[in-house]
């Protein structure tokens, strides 16, 4: 079983659309992310939830909305796409506290053309 | 401000040969270290981590890492590299307290030349 699975893995899709990506985990962590990987490999995290509440949102413009509905799921809904808006977008999960590891999905891939 | 900093963005080895990718971190507490790899197309996966303790830790695929305070630095190691270690690698440190976050280097793309 997939311990972080998202959805879909490549997303292309125009500018203006709207579009969103799921996430889900199985490991029963209490702490969910969004981290986004720019063309230059660079990695960012955009937000984090700990049992579905908001914790950090790290100045994402707000056409960007995540949405917990439980703490194993969170999903990533954009607005309004942006052609820089395409990268890579990494859902991860973590028990509570400094000291425990992330785990991350595959990613999704993000074009906007 | 927390950073992370992996000075070379490119390193090519040949096959067999040893290893070591540099890392050097600032944080004001005492830091949470992880050494992560990303293959081509796929996510990430952890290598290793360092929280306390012995400063020189092992990991998955003979990787090991060694903590020094003095330097700030974490850097990732191993003996004798294998084609399949051809990917990216990227060191981070565990900040934030109850905003609890990774910051990340800017990675490493490691090549294995045959």
């Known amino acids: 079983d997939t311990a972080v699975s998202q959805t879909p893995k490549y997303l292309v899709t125009q500018m203006g659309n709207d579009k969103s990506i799921k996430c889900e985990q199985n490991l029963g962590h209490d702490t969910m992310y969004w981290y986004k990987q720019d063309s230059k490999k660079f990695l960012k995290i955009m937000f984090s939830?700990?049992?579905?509440?908001?914790?950090i949102n790290e100045t994402v413009p707000n056409r960007f909305s995540p949405k917990s509905p439980d703490k194993a799921h969170l999903n990533l809904h954009i607005n309004s796409l942006e052609l820089g808006d395409s990268a890579v977008y990494f859902c991860?999960?973590?028990?509570?506290?400094?000291?425990?590891?992330?785990?991350f999905g595959q990613g999704t891939r993000l074009t906007v053309v | 401000a927390q950073s992370v900093t992996q000075p070379d963005i490119h390193i090519t080895v040949s096959e067999g040969a040893s290893l070591e990718l540099r890392c050097n971190y600032s944080y004001g507490a005492t830091p949470y270290l992880f050494w992560y790899v990303q293959s081509p197309g796929q996510g990430l996966q952890l290598l290793l981590k360092y929280f306390s303790g012995d400063t020189l830790v092992q990991g998955i695929k003979g990787f090991e890492a060694e903590f020094k305070r003095s330097q700030s630095s974490f850097n990732l190691r191993k003996p004798s590299v294998h084609w399949s270690d051809a990917a990216e690698y990227f060191c981070?440190?565990?900040?934030?307290?109850?905003?609890?976050?990774?910051?990340f280097g800017s990675g490493t793309r490691l090549l294995v030349r045959p």
């Open positions: 991860a999960s973590s028990l509570q506290g400094p000291d425990t590891e992330a785990f």
């Open positions: 981070a440190v565990g900040a934030g307290g109850s905003s609890y976050k990774l910051i």
């Open positions: 939830y700990n049992n579905k509440e908001l914790i």
